[in-house]
């Protein structure tokens, strides 16, 4: 697979030195795949983005776009020059201005390229609406639709989910998937949110205090979790002894286990209980479809095969 995008050591430091949000990060997306950056406010994913987009100049590193270098010791290649787009969180369209001007604004695109890029992000109809006319789903239709019309090759996008009820992020975050696959485009999606990023993504890279701790697919980052941060950021996990963990999920409770608790607390989450057991001394936390179950009951355990070790 080609890589459209090379990060190698790159860094960056804020207020002389004393914040590092950026500590020699070496990165590379695949063309057609959405990357997804997950990390706490704070991590460094803003200004690991702008940093790629050119708005935010690095302290030392290289970055390469489709085989250019448009960072490094001796280059900084101009924002507008880099062939990259970004969609804003609140997709800052213009308000006094049309669909067709928000998505020509700043671009020489021709009228026949504003009609594939209408065909394409399903706005036919709408190209002299408003903004304050349209859906939340057709605004950030039109978002993209203006960051992709001059057919950048990565589309960054900077939490563009976030601040929006569940219901309709859920509706969002769809359209933004199938539109993205639909368009093969690469797509840097940056996000605080573990199930917008277990959505979106095909890789994942977890970042911590301006550190990638981790890169896989969804499935490898939370079954092999780097380190108990990884582990604990993806899920929620139980010690078993000095150095192994496991998830909920991984016990089982079933009559002919060796080990056994007691039910100290029930909560029902809608799709599955998590039970509190005290066994062994240790509080274990289990998850449970079983609606039968009472506080105070005896059980017996058995762990499933997956035991993270850090
Ligand atoms: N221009 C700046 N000057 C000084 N410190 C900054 C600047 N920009 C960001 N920072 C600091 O760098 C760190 C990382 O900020 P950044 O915006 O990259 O985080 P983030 O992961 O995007 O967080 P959030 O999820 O809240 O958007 C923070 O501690 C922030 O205060
Ligand atoms: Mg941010």
């Known amino acids: 697979m080609k890589k459209i995008v090379e990060i190698r050591n790159l860094r960056k430091t804020f207020c002389k030195g004393d914040i590092c949000v950026a500590n020699s990060l070496n990165l590379h997306l695949f063309e057609g795949e959405i990357f997804t950056v997950l990390g706490t406010s704070g991590s460094g994913k803003t200004t690991f983005l702008r940093m790629i987009a050119g708005l935010e100049k690095p302290d030392s590193g290289e970055i390469s776009i489709d085989n250019r270098i448009v960072f490094s010791k001796n280059i900084d290649i101009e ?87 569940t219901e309709l992020r859920n509706i969002l975050r769809a359209e933004l998937k199938e539109m993205i696959k639909s368009l093969n485009i690469t797509a840097l999606f940056i996000t605080h949110d573990k199930e917008d990023a277990f959505f979106l993504s095909d890789r994942i890279a977890i970042m911590h205090g301006g550190d990638i701790l981790q890169v896989g697919t969804s499935k490898e980052i939370y079954n092999n979790p780097a380190d108990l941060y990884c582990a604990k950021f993806l899920g929620k996990v139980t010690k078993i002894d000095e150095k192994s963990y496991i998830r909920p999920e991984n016990i089982n409770i079933c009559e002919n286990a060796e080990r056994e608790g007691v039910i100290k607390d029930i909560i029902f989450y809608g799709s599955f209980y998590e039970i509190t057991v005290l066994s062994n001394n240790q509080n274990l936390l289990v998850h ?10 005896k059980i017996k355990l058995s762990f499933g095969n997956k035991i993270l070790k850090f």
Do not use: C, M, W
Request: proline share 5%.
């Open 79 to 165: 924002p507008n020059q880099r062939e990259v787009a970004i969609v804003f969180q609140n997709y800052a369209l213009l308000p006094h201005i049309n669909v067709a001007s928000n998505i020509l604004f700043g671009s020489n695109a021709t009228k026949k390229e504003l009609e594939d890029i209408l065909e394409k992000t399903k706005l036919k109809g709408h190209e002299d609406k408003y903004p304050h006319e349209l859906s939340g789903g057709q605004q950030q239709r039109v978002a993209l639709a203006r960051a992709i019309i001059n057919r950048p090759k990565i589309l960054l996008l900077d939490e563009p989910l976030s601040n929006i009820d």
């Open 288 to 297: 449970s479809f079983d609606d039968n179950l009472k506080i105070g009951q």
